[in-house]
């Protein structure tokens, strides 16, 4: 596949811990797919998230749930509720159990601790390439971004 053919995007990682940033940035890849490549923002908190949303065009955001002293979901359900188009959110959990929490948060889409690179990189690959053909995240109110 050519370079012509492959579509750039940037990912915002969002965890309070350096490392939690660098494990995702790795499960991910800089190309999760052979007609994708990956460029990362990383913050460390919400206002890191705002900034990046404000002054960036973020085509995916990566959130780590155990976060602290603001949580992925926290910030999930935060960036639906302030942004008319918000880009798609994916969290990353330490239970499974917790997705019912995602749901509610309008997560799109959610990993589990420990991340496997396969899994990861294929859910990020589909949610891009869903974005690049026009799927509304949740909680944009049907507004097309």
């Keep these: 596949m050519s370079d012509a053919q492959v579509t750039q995007y940037t990912v915002l990682l969002y965890s309070d811990d350096p490392a939690v ?3 995702i940035r790795q499960a991910i890849g800089v190309r999760p797919a052979a007609d994708l490549k990956v460029e990362f923002a990383d913050a460390a908190t919400w206002e890191d998230c ?25 910030i999930a359900r935060q960036t639906k509720d302030e942004y008319a188009t918000p880009p798609p959110v994916c969290v990353v959990l330490a239970r499974a159990a917790d997705r019912w929490l995602a749901a509610y948060a309008q997560v799109d889409q959610t990993l589990v601790m420990p991340l496997d690179p396969v899994t990861t990189g294929q ?3 589909a949610m891009l390439r869903a974005r690049r053909n026009g799927a509304i995240p949740l909680g944009t109110l049907g507004q097309i971004p």
């Design 50 to 74: 705002r900034n990046l949303l404000d002054k960036y065009e973020i085509d995916l955001m990566v959130l780590d749930g155990e976060a602290a002293p603001a949580g992925g979901l926290g």
């Design 123 to 125: 859910t990020v690959a």
């Design 21 to 23: 940033r660098d494990r």
